[in-house]
């Protein structure tokens, strides 16, 4: 998938297959020829993210009525974790349907939802769907995603750092923490000694952000983390300070 034509072509009436399938595994009541049909018809001239939007629309209209009782269906469907540091568009690319079906339909069930992206998460990424519930609920989102970076799943732990960055590639900003960005600065204290790749390139690109998005603290916090000597910390640093150098 390494254009976006590319990754289109994986979105469309073959991924309504894939997703319906494992769907029916755990609910036998899914209209799978329905679904499929349907986003053949309605995916010809799609994007890859209109494509992604199209399928969380059409869950929505085969799951059963009601946000809790369909997100348990399709958090069932997940099956087993992804077990390794990959990104969205490996084997685990079928699950994006499902995080926009749960940043589109599931704002107002804080809890549901975010028990929905943590498994989500653990398959492919929820740092796309947690974003609307980080704008509404601030508060109760920053608990939840301070659990996140302490938890032993690096899934997990690397949520906690993507999913509050202010400038989240292919997604809208997240101003929310701009002008007060201590919030976030105490997850990325929690962060900046883990040990996996995954988690440290994300620290490091949340990092990025804030220089661009209000140096001075974050200026202020790198100059504290060059007094460690922690290994892991010493190279979030110094790729988070690639592109943007700092006295």
Not at 51 to 73: C, M, Q, T, V, Y
Not at 176 to 184: A, H, I, L, Q
């Amino acid at each position: 998938m390494a254009n976006d034509k590319g990754i289109t072509q994986h979105f469309g009436a073959n991924l309504a297959e894939l997703l319906a399938d494992k769907i029916l595994q755990v609910y036998s009541g899914f209209p799978k020829r329905a679904y499929v049909n349907a986003i053949r018809r309605k995916c010809r001239n799609a994007g890859y993210t209109q494509r992604i939007e199209l399928h969380a629309d059409e869950l929505h209209n085969s799951l059963p009525k009601g946000f809790r009782k369909a997100s348990k269906i399709l958090v069932a469907a997940l099956g087993e974790e992804n077990k390794n540091e990959t990104g969205m568009f490996s084997e685990f690319y079928w699950v994006m349907p499902i995080g926009k079906f749960v940043e589109k339909y599931g704002i107002a069930y804080f809890d549901a939802s975010m028990n929905a992206v943590e498994e989500i998460t653990k398959r492919n990424t929820g740092e796309y769907a947690v974003r609307p519930f980080i704008r509404l609920y601030p508060e109760r989102a920053l608990a939840r995603i301070t659990d996140w970076a302490h938890s032993p799943n690096f899934h997990l732990r690397r949520l906690a750092s993507e999913g509050l960055r202010p400038k989240l590639p292919w997604a809208t900003k997240l101003d929310t923490f701009n002008d007060r960005p201590e919030p976030v600065f105490a997850i990325l204290e929690i962060l900046k000694k883990d040990e996996v790749m995954f988690v440290k390139k994300s620290v490091a690109n949340h990092l990025t952000d804030w220089l661009r998005v209000n140096k001075a603290p974050t200026v202020a916090l790198i100059k504290r983390w060059r007094r460690s000597g922690n290994t892991d910390t010493q190279w979030i640093i110094k790729r988070a300070t690639r592109k943007i150098g700092i006295d």
